[in-house]
């Protein structure tokens, strides 16, 4: 079964930090952009960061920039999302996903996503 589970999320107070890491199962995910999206209650999910099929290209979202660092191990099947200086408007359930493609350009532009993971929850209190 292929699937990508999330972990790391949690409370934390504003001004600090988090690391999220997404794992890939069931098949290996290296020549595919890796990238997350969060959901905050009553919004849409929207788009947090990407990172390219070798690691080589990164794009974030205005809110995440200076902020968020993404990054992957094609060894270990993995993707981490680096999060600091927290603030309570990034409380929300931040998702996993796959592209097809490779690129980062792929990864925005697709209307769907190979595969998505279950979310994880992260809260910062105020």
């Known amino acids: 079964q292929v699937q990508l589970v999330e972990s790391g999320g949690g409370l934390v107070q504003a001004g600090g930090s988090l690391r999220l890491s997404c794992a890939g199962f069931?098949?290996?995910?290296?020549?595919?952009?890796m990238g997350w999206y969060r959901q905050a209650p009553g919004k849409d999910r929207e788009f947090v960061a990407v990172?390219?099929?070798?690691?080589?290209?990164?794009y974030y979202a205005d809110s995440a920039k200076g902020r968020f660092t993404i990054s992957r191990d094609n060894a270990k099947n993995t993707v981490d999302l680096q999060m600091s200086s927290l603030k309570s408007e990034d409380t929300a359930v931040y998702y996993c996903?796959?592209?097809?493609?490779?690129?980062?350009?792929?990864?925005?532009?697709?209307?769907?996503?190979?595969?998505w993971g279950q979310g994880t929850q992260v809260t910062v209190s105020s």
């Open positions: 996903a796959a592209s097809e493609g490779g690129s980062t350009t792929d990864f925005i532009g697709a209307s769907t996503k190979s595969a």
């Open positions: 069931g098949r290996t995910f290296s020549m595919n952009a």
């Open positions: 990172i390219n099929w070798s690691g080589t290209a990164t």
